[in-house]
Structures are given as C-alpha cells and as structure tokens.
C-alpha cells in the first residue's frame, strides 16, 4: 500500500531510540524526509548510522534539540520552521508511589509530557492551515485510560495529551490537515525491557517478560509486551494520505490491555 508519504517533511520528537527511532525509520522506508530529534549530538548521530544501515537511500536528516523546554522547542522552531507532520514522541517516566511523588517531579512530568506537544503544535498547526495539509500525531499511553498507580504523574500528563490533541483536531474542521493521539500499550523499548529484567534478575528475558505481563498487564490479550514497529506501523498510517478521515481520535494499540469495547 502506497501511504504518500514521499517527500513530505517529518519531525519526529526523540527519535534517537525506542518507539520515537522505529517511527522515524517507518516513515523513512515510506519516502519522507525525516529529521531525527535528540539532545545530543552523539545519540543523534547515533542513530542516523543505525536508520541508515536499515534504510538504505533514506532521506535522514539530524535535529539536536532538547524539545522539553522551551528554549529547546524555540531552537527547532528555528532551525525547521515547516513541517508536513509533527509526531510528538517525546516523553518521561518514573516509577514513584503517589504519596513519594514532589511538585517538582509533576511539573517535570508536564513540562515534558505535554508542552513539549504543545509548544511544536501551536506552532506547526498554523503553518499547515496555511497550506491546507498535515499531520499532527501525539503519543499518548495505555495510561492515560487506565492510570498506573506507580506512574501517576505520566499516567495524568498522558491523559492530558488527549484532551489537547483533540482540542487542535477541531482547529483544523473543513481543511487537510489531522490531528490525532496514539495509545500504546506497554512497549518492549530499551528502556521497558531493562525495566522488566531488574524486577526478574533471575530469569532469561523471554521468561521475564512473561511474567510480568501475566503479573502486572494481566488484562493483556496478546499476552506479551508489544514491539516498537508495531506502534510505528499505526503511526505511518495516521500520518499518510490514506488517513484523510481520521481526525481527532485517540487509536489504541494496546494489545487489548485496556477492557473496552469502543
């Protein structure tokens, strides 16, 4: 399937590893120009050896900026003032018991999590409403729907990136341009499989993973963490031309974890 995407412009927020690098290298097999985001220039450069030797001919560019302040998302605006797709990927986490949590770890969590989102998105939507086309994408969590009592201020930020990705979703009625959410479940990034490994350290990974999905995701119908393309694969497509009628949605791909019919 031809998604259209050749050509088009992408910016994918930290992009030099987990679900933000397979995104980036998805979109980059379909034909668009992706520069990939990080803080630093080695993890950026980093990446672009890995997404090339994967992608050969891909049309890779690098963007070294910290997009969880404010003088970060200044500095991308800066360096890349047009875009044909935003994918807000960038995003924190920490394990903490409500009670333990401090004000300065929510507001870390929400001057990450969310206005990093926000600040690109106010932004880039303008110039999209002005060309009559775009994407807009954000990636929410599992989370945002059922909370995670051991990351309540991710769980609270990742629902209210919801609210703001359907809030720009109405600025576009009548013109080409999409703003929608992504809800993955719980992912097999660096980062998740480390996580799992330190609570089993006795066990193979396979086995480990195993457990703490029957153990801590047991609502899980695929019965396993998902892996990272997976998520890409849905994002490529609610970043192409065959996406033109979804608009504010929030589209899960969780596995089933969330207990839901609709």
Request: glycine share 10%.
């Amino acid at each position: 399937m031809d998604l259209g995407l050749e050509g088009a412009r992408a910016l994918v927020t930290a992009s030099t590893g987990g679900i933000g690098r397979e995104i980036a290298r998805t979109l980059a097999r379909e034909g668009a120009i992706v520069h990939v985001n990080g803080r630093t220039a080695q993890a950026v450069d980093a990446a672009l050896v890995d997404l090339r030797e994967s992608a050969p001919g891909a049309r890779l560019e690098g963007l070294v900026a910290n997009n969880g302040d404010a003088r970060g998302c200044g500095e991308t605006i800066a360096l890349l003032p047009e875009i044909d797709i935003l994918v807000n990927n960038l995003g924190i986490y920490e394990s903490v018991p409500f009670t333990q949590t401090t004000d300065a770890q929510w507001l870390e969590s929400f001057e990450v999590n969310v206005m990093s989102g926000v600040r690109l998105g106010r932004h880039y939507i303008q110039g999209m409403l002005q060309r009559g086309r775009g994407r807009i994408v954000f990636l929410s969590s599992e989370a945002a729907i059922v909370p995670a009592p051991e990351l309540p201020h991710y769980s609270a930020s990742k629902s209210m990136l919801l609210s703001v990705s359907r809030t720009l979703a109405e600025l576009t009625r009548g013109a080409a341009v999409t703003v929608n959410a992504v809800v993955p479940g719980s992912t097999r990034t660096e980062g998740v499989r480390a996580f799992v490994q330190e609570l089993f350290p006795e066990l193979p990974y396979e086995e480990a993973e195993r457990r703490f999905v029957a153990e801590n995701r047991g609502t899980s119908i695929i019965a396993r963490l998902i892996d990272p393309v997976e998520v890409a694969d849905l994002v490529a497509f609610v970043c192409s031309r065959r996406a033109s009628a979804i608009n504010g949605a929030a589209l899960r791909v969780d596995g089933g974890i969330v207990r839901s019919i609709y």
